[in-house]
Structures are given as structure tokens and as C-alpha cells.
């Protein structure tokens, strides 16, 4: 498994213990501090998490390229991954 065998390891920095899976879908289960209350998601709709959650402040954010920021996160590199039944998204 590539992600064990750290392939990844130049892009992002996993940290145990993982849960793999990076492309997600799912159905919000419950809305708290993480989304907006009254925003435009709702428990119980259906959504795709897109992964690299840059920081939002630097250059390559700013221009909506959140995917390569140096300091983003991505969900299956960590404790959360979409194998997890339930996984805390950010609402951006
Ligand atoms: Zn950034």
C-alpha cells in the first residue's frame, strides 16, 4: 500500500493513527462549529468532501489553489479518512 510504504510522504505529513481514503462522499450527519448555522448545508445532505484544505492565507490560497498549499491538510492522511464512518469536514 502506497500510503503505508510512505510514498506520499513528500506531499503530505500522515500521522498515526490513519485512516486511508482521500476521495469521500457522504451525508452530514450533524452541523456544529465547522459549518456555517443556517448556511447552505443541512444535515442530511448529500455532499463530496474535496480534499487539500490549505490554511487560507497564503499566496497559493488565495488564488483558489488550496489543493498545493504547503501547509494544507488532507483528509486519509491522518486520523480522518473516508474510511472513518464519520469524518469532521470543514464547511470551505
Ligand atoms: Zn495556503
Known amino acids: 500500500m502506497q500510503?503505508?510504504?510512505g510514498y506520499f510522504a513528500k506531499y503530505a505529513h500522515s500521522t498515526f493513527p490513519l485512516t486511508p481514503g482521500h476521495?469521500?462522499?457522504g451525508e452530514i450527519d450533524r452541523v456544529d462549529d465547522l459549518v456555517t448555522k443556517g448556511g447552505r448545508f443541512n444535515e442530511g445532505d448529500l455532499v463530496v468532501v474535496v480534499g487539500g484544505w490549505g490554511d487560507g492565507?497564503?499566496?497559493l490560497c488565495?488564488?483558489?489553489?488550496t489543493h498545493i498549499c504547503v501547509h494544507g491538510r488532507w483528509p486519509g492522511f491522518g486520523p480522518y479518512?473516508?474510511?472513518s464512518e464519520y469524518l469532521p469536514v470543514p464547511e470551505k
Request: hydrophobic content about 25%; charged content about 30%.
Open 62 to 65: 488565495q488564488k483558489g489553489d
Open 3 to 5: 500510503l503505508v510504504d
Open 81 to 83: 479518512g473516508g474510511y
Open 57 to 59: 492565507t497564503c499566496r
Open 23 to 25: 476521495e469521500i462522499a
